[in-house]
């Protein structure tokens, strides 16, 4: 074994003065065996280095993740929230637009058409009207089911252990939400 | 043993605290400090705080007339110092194996180049394990850019010991890693 090989990763730091250095040169020039162990320092050392990196972004990631969870259920919270208090709509108010007649610009009342004769449908049996009625202790019949697990509505961890439901939505065709349920 | 440490590529004479030198050191040192840190076991967000901590304390002891030698090693220093406060995760973590969240770090690779990457980052976490607290983190300042007396400073150790224990560690982990 040669002695150099002691000083070989000290070398490959740049830790040595540069006499020890340039005696390790000039060794590792005619030594074979110095030659590859030198490979190998440098190359565990720079897949250490590259393992770091890969800590640190993989560290990043699942915080980030964690983020995109938590913004995820803040949104999914929100819709709920939307849909769930949609349903009592604020009409907006009249808007009052002036009647405009041409009496009121000066212009000549133009000539009253005689009114067309309106065509009129005799049915033979009057037909009653459709009465679309839900059955009592029926919720009328949704458009939209939406089932959402728990999971997705809070981040991992948020959730006690063995606790675990999913929230059913319906909502009926006109946007109101009609049914909100949690199951097992 | 050479005395001589890197030069850091900003003037570190008269820093004063709050000037521009002192947010330069920030942006050049602020990710080998996280990368310090997570790799001692801390998750990314206490290392964000600890990464800030230490910058505050950066700033007083400027405003204080503290000694202005060797800033780079009194950060890592003072980070090393709180990563130890918050012991609950140190120490634990680094070796952890990282499983399929690889997959993401070599977009570009080939998937062959991926089982391989993955495979000797496999085997290197399994090493990492055998290696005493001391070896690792000399290792790891040492991946920080770090000199040996840098790192001595750091830990508290000698210079000279800190030569013995990263030759150690980087003889094991090329015996048991076999890279």
Redesign the interface.
Known sequence: MCDVQ?KL??WL??????DEAAGVERHIEGCKECRC?LA??E???N?????????????????VLRWVHALASAAVAAVVMFLAFSRTRIEPPPVLIPAITAASVGLPAPPELESAPRKTIHRRHPVAPVQVRAAKGQPMEAAVQIAIPAEAMFPPGAMPKGLNFIAELSIAPDGSVKQVRLRQ | MSDDSVPMALPLLRLAAGSSEVTTLYRELRKPLLRYLVCLGLTSDEAQDVVQDVFLSLQRHLASDGTQENIRGWLFRVAHNQARNRQTSYHRRFSEPLDGEMDFLADDATPEQRVLEKEKFRRLATSIRLLTESERECLLLRAGGLRYREIGEVLGIATSTVGDTVERAIKKLAEKCNV
């Open positions: 002691a990763i000290a730091d740049r830790e040595l003065s540069s162990r190998a320092y190359q565990v050392s897949t250490f280095d590259a393992y770091c990196d890969a800590v640190e972004a993989v560290k990043t990631r699942r915080r």
